[in-house]
């Protein structure tokens, strides 16, 4: 790791040259799917479920309405960008194939620090439960991916003891740093503040995994070698851990892989199919 660029490795934004483009599209294809699914009585937007007024969840449902079985996506940004309008019709994928997704946003650092993003993610699946009285599959990209470990790895009763404590048993994490230690050593910590010890401490491949958990790990085939070694380095602990994890390569670069999310057809969405039916099952 001495030898690497760190500032390059987790700077997508470095490489991608063309991702304001890509974060442009993004926007528009979110926006028509919103409207889509609102046009179809299929949305329900702006689900506050904190105190701040980023604390909010775009539900989007499918033929089935309420009663389908639940998956949340959490966004990308490294904790201090981006937020679910720009990702609306990364839902259309799991819906079309009999999902409810809640694309899920989260206050951004340095206006609070990446353990208190946990802990609002964490508030926003019990208020999920509260409302749908069921467990659910969590996804996420880059910063989200983190998030979504986070969550698979949470003792739920241990923080709210009507939870179930499996209430996010499985999870698929696209694109993400699971182990924040090398970002202390990069001009982003800036806004992280992080020393060793707290990066450590909010890193979950470093946590004790609870038993019979699931946790999927994809990149794009184009990423940095950093970003895949955080992917084959969680898969390969987690499983030590005796978790159940799988590592992926999909096509694209750091961002354009979860386009693939749009597409009920593509593969990486029939894996998070088959997860989520695990939860429903």
Not at 185 to 200: I, P
Request: aromatic share 10%.
């Amino acid at each position: 790791m001495p030898d690497l660029d760190l500032e390059t490795e987790y700077s997508p934004r470095l490489t991608v040259t063309d991702h304001a483009q890509i974060f442009a599209r993004w926007a528009r294809e979110a926006e028509d799917y919103r409207a889509e699914m609102l046009k179809a009585g299929k949305a329900e937007l702006g689900i506050s479920y904190g105190e701040s007024p980023r604390q909010f969840i775009d539900l989007f449902l499918p033929a089935a309405g309420e009663t389908a079985p639940l998956a949340i996506f959490i966004h990308g940004g490294y904790w201090r960008a981006m937020d679910p309008s720009f990702h609306s019709h990364m839902a259309r994928g799991l819906n079309e194939r009999g999902f409810a997704v809640g694309v899920v946003g989260y206050d951004l650092c340095p206006i609070v620090a990446i353990a208190d993003i946990i802990e609002q993610i964490r508030r926003a699946c019990a208020f999920l439960w509260q409302r749908f009285n069921r467990r659910m599959l969590v996804s996420g990209h880059s910063a989200g991916g983190h998030l979504t470990a986070a969550m698979v790895a949470t003792d739920w009763q241990k923080l709210w003891p009507k939870l179930p404590s499996d209430l996010v048993p499985v999870g698929y994490a696209i694109s993400g740093v699971f182990d924040l230690t090398p970002l202390t050593k990069t001009s982003m910590n800036q806004d992280f503040r992080l020393d060793d010890d707290e990066a450590r401490r909010i890193s979950p491949i470093f946590w004790t995994v609870p038993p019979g958990r699931t946790l999927d790990e994809a990149v794009g085939d184009l990423e940095s070698s950093e970003f895949k070694r955080q992917s084959r380095s969680m898969a390969d602990a987690w499983r030590q851990a005796k978790a159940e994890t799988r590592y992926a390569e999909f096509p694209g670069n750091h961002f354009t892989v979860i386009d693939a999310l749009a597409d009920p057809k593509n593969a990486m969405v029939a894996r998070i199919a088959e997860l989520a039916r695990r939860v429903s099952a």
